[in-house]
């Protein structure tokens, strides 16, 4: 892989590429795209979310699933709405962002997956 793309030399390569930040073949993956990142129930960053701003390519890409990360597992900003009494569940990050932008920090995204009964039950 071409580690010149990075300005730390301590970087764990393979970290970088379990997390599906860059691909095997040394490229940027989330190149063009607004990053998003996906947090657990605690707050730890588990994984990456970009969200394409070229239409010609796919709308979304997300870290691969792995150890931390499991996308029917994690509900996207849960560790801020497991605060509140009421969560709004919505279907994606843009629509979640949406209504945090509008003041209403109570609300999750499925991230474009059906919701799982580990998802229901935590709402």
């Known amino acids: 892989m071409d580690t010149s ?3 730390k030399s301590d970087v764990d390569y393979s970290n970088v590429i379990r997390a599906g930040i860059v691909g ?4 940027m993956n989330y190149s063009g795209r607004w990053i998003i990142p996906i947090k657990d129930a605690y707050g730890n960053h588990v ?3 970009g969200r394409s701003l070229d239409p010609e390519q796919p709308k979304y890409i997300n870290s691969p699933d792995g150890e931390y990360f499991h996308k029917g597992k994690i509900l996207w900003n849960y560790d801020i709405a497991k605060k509140y ?3 709004y569940v919505v279907e994606g990050f843009m629509d979640a962002l949406s209504l945090i932008t509008a003041g ?3 609300v999750v995204a499925l991230m474009g997956c059906n919701m799982t009964n580990e998802q229901y039950h935590k709402c």
């Not at 095997?24 to 490229?27: E, L, T, V």
């Open 24 to 27: 095997s073949d040394g490229k």
């Open 85 to 87: 009494n009421d969560i």
């Open 47 to 49: 994984a990456w979310a």
């Open 104 to 106: 209403i920090p109570n």
């Open 5 to 7: 793309l990075y300005a």
